[in-house]
């Protein structure tokens, strides 16, 4: 544990004046931080990462997937964070142009949505389409507010002549 060590002589065999020194050991200190640094580090738990589940469909579906053009909506992501929407085919779009704001993106989807459940009675289908100029985050915003919104319903697909036709009429391409 503790010693006290005295020194009493000189070279000449006269003692001089007691001088102790003092020594600790500090082995079961050390042995004591080494069990609490093995009690932390099995006792912590780490940040789970989380991921957004993702079903792509089945390639050997043989029916074609033929679906309604008034159940979808397009959502094509431009530049400097815009979002370019229709719904329906190109040829009778009625673009709308929105951020990824509160009160952009996420209340177009609810709108459309409300308008095509109410239209058809059946969900909407969402199809995001990633222009050259958008971002990757532009995409992850996208498919939150898709998660937000309940949209259960997409694909991200690519994005054809005729919607970077639109995107460049609207000045995001």
Same mark, same amino acid.
Not at 14 to 39: C, E, G, H, I, N
Not at 51 to 56: F, I, K, R, S
Not at 65 to 89: H, P
Not at 97 to 111: E, F, I, P
């Given at each position: 544990?503790?010693?006290?060590?005295?020194?009493?002589?000189?070279?000449?065999?006269?003692?001089?004046?007691?001088?102790?020194?003092?020594?600790?050991?500090?082995?079961?200190?050390?042995?004591?931080?080494?069990?609490?640094?093995?009690?932390?580090?099995?006792?912590?738990?780490?940040?789970?990462p989380k991921?957004?589940?993702?079903?792509?469909?089945?390639?050997?579906?043989?029916t074609g997937?033929?679906?309604?053009?008034?159940?979808?909506?397009?959502?094509?992501?431009?530049?400097?964070?815009?979002? $370019?929407?229709?719904?329906?085919? !190109? =040829? &009778?779009a009625k673009?709308?142009? @929105? +951020?990824?704001?509160? /009160?952009?993106?996420?209340?177009?989807?609810?709108?459309?949505?409300?308008?095509?459940?109410?239209?058809?009675?059946?969900?909407?289908?969402?199809?995001?389409?990633?222009?050259?100029?958008?971002?990757?985050?532009?995409?992850?915003?996208? $498919?939150?507010?898709?998660?937000? !919104? =309940? &949209?259960?319903?997409?694909?991200? @697909? +690519?994005?054809?002549? /005729?919607?970077?036709?639109?995107?460049?009429?609207?000045?995001?391409?």
């Open positions: 544990m503790a010693e006290l060590n005295a020194a009493s002589a000189n070279t000449n065999g006269k003692p001089l004046r007691k001088t102790q020194s003092t020594r600790v050991d500090l082995t079961a200190m050390v042995d004591l931080a080494f069990l609490l640094v093995t009690f932390f580090m099995l006792t912590t738990t780490l940040s789970k991921a957004m589940d993702l079903a792509m469909p089945d390639k050997t579906n043989e997937g033929e679906v309604s053009d008034k159940r979808t909506l397009t959502v094509c992501l431009g530049k400097n964070n815009k979002v $370019l929407l229709y719904a329906g085919l !190109t =040829k &009778n673009p709308q142009v @929105v +951020d990824y704001s509160k /009160a952009g993106l996420r209340q177009a989807l609810l709108n459309n949505q409300k308008a095509i459940h109410d239209a058809t009675g059946k969900d909407m289908i969402v199809l995001v389409k990633p222009s050259a100029h958008s971002i990757y985050s532009d995409l992850v915003n996208a $498919l939150d507010e898709l998660h937000i !919104t =309940k &949209n259960d319903r997409f694909a991200i @697909v +690519d994005i054809t002549p /005729a919607d970077i036709t639109l995107l460049k009429q609207k000045a995001m391409y």
